[in-house]
């Protein structure tokens, strides 16, 4: 019973390994689908280590192992399938038009990763972040990237279209998410210990907007979930600095 949580873990890795493969391929969708599934997976370790009292360190590095490649190379390589493509479309023809900073730009997704193992690293041994996280958590980097894909593939708005297909756009997002990861920023961590409204209050008004957001606008509210968890937890972190700090 001890080894389910590591079992549940290797499903997380294994999700997060099929995405790359996926999105090397240019699958988007369905990459973006499984790492939502890693995201399952990575819920589960936690709540079936706390049901069965299977806390190790093992299992503690081995989910941060999990972690950097569902939550941090999976979502990095979307992101430069979409900047390639995006790219390949304004300049068609590599070896004449290409430029320098054409290519730079179809790297800077590599920076995603490296924030991601810094985040999970500094996560490791932080101890003050056991109700709240300081930076972006790395589940939430990935949310921030597969949202896009899935409200794009599955709705008509333009703007998605246009941000998807901007290597601009999408070169600054990623820098943005990278940078929030290795912040300091006191952020709101969704792990509530009882069902009071005192106490979890960011909670409760995160929930009270994002889903009746979904019920009005569908798939197409998906990438306002990581700005309106960013806006909350500054909202918390404001009115209840106490729960903010941990």
């Known amino acids: 019973m001890r080894h389910i949580p590591n079992f549940i873990t290797g499903l997380n890795l294994v999700a997060g390994f099929i995405a790359i ?30 049901l069965l009292g299977a806390y190790s360190e093992t299992g503690k590095e081995f989910d941060s192992l999990a972690d950097i490649v569902s939550f941090g190379i999976a979502p990095a390589m979307i992101i430069y399938k979409l900047i390639h493509s995006s790219l390949y479309n304004l300049f ?28 999970l690293a500094k996560f490791n041994i932080d101890t003050t972040q056991t109700t709240i996280f300081r930076g972006l958590p790395t589940p939430a980097n990935a949310i921030a990237v597969i949202s896009l894909v899935i409200a794009a593939n599955y709705t008509d708005v333009p703007f998605l279209q246009s941000f998807t297909g901007s290597p601009i756009l999408l070169a600054v997002y990623t820098l943005i998410l990278s940078i929030l990861m290795i912040t300091r ?18 909670r409760y008004i995160l929930a009270g907007i994002v889903v009746p957001s979904f019920i009005v ?28 700090a941990g």
């Open 21 to 50: 493969i996926l999105a090397a391929e240019g699958d988007l969708g369905s990459a973006s689908w499984l790492i939502l599934a890693a995201m399952i997976f990575d819920f589960l370790d936690g709540f079936f280590a706390r």
């Open 92 to 119: 068609p023809d590599p070896a004449g038009s290409r430029t320098a900073i054409a290519g730079i730009i179809s790297l800077i997704p590599a920076i995603m990763p490296v924030c991601a193992g810094l985040r």
């Open 185 to 202: 920023v006191p952020l709101l961590s969704l792990k509530i210990k009882s069902p009071s409204f005192s106490g979890n209050e960011g």
């Open 217 to 244: 606008f569908g798939l197409a509210a998906a990438p306002l979930i990581i700005p309106i968890y960013l806006l909350v937890s500054f909202i918390s972190a404001f009115f209840w600095p106490s729960v903010s």
